[in-house]
């Protein structure tokens, strides 16, 4: 497993839409194992393959201590409560706001050999797969806020 070189606020891959994964070999399996090494040395909680400059729908989360869950091509089916909470990404290092998230969110996704599987979280969670699940279409925690915002604008980006 290596550490890839984590893709930050200002650069264009960010806002680009990712493609769903169609092969689940050796190659996704390299990726996946590298978000988490990447992830956890720079202290993150949940990592997109857009993150570290990779276009396709995989996201890893450390659910709990050393839990990992990977989900690939996911879809929120279903999504319950709105809760505020603080946020921050590996990719706008140094900043955080609050954001409101749904309190509960359940998924369709893939594991890493192709399998389907369904998934329900809460809080955090909920929080981290939404928030990751954005980064898959270009979206950033900043975009919802006005503090997001600024920070955006006080770096001249988008
Ligand atoms: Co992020």
Redesign the pocket.
Known sequence: MSTRKIVVLGSETLRKKSKPVVSFDENLWKLLDDMRTTMKENNGMGIAGV?VGILRRVIVIEIEKDKFLEIINPQIIKTKGKVKDNEG???VPGFYCEVTRPKYVKITAFDRTGKPFEFEAEDYVARCIC?EID?LDGVL?VDYTDEGKAYKKSHGVE
């Open positions: 993150q990404c590996l990719s928030h980064h925690f």
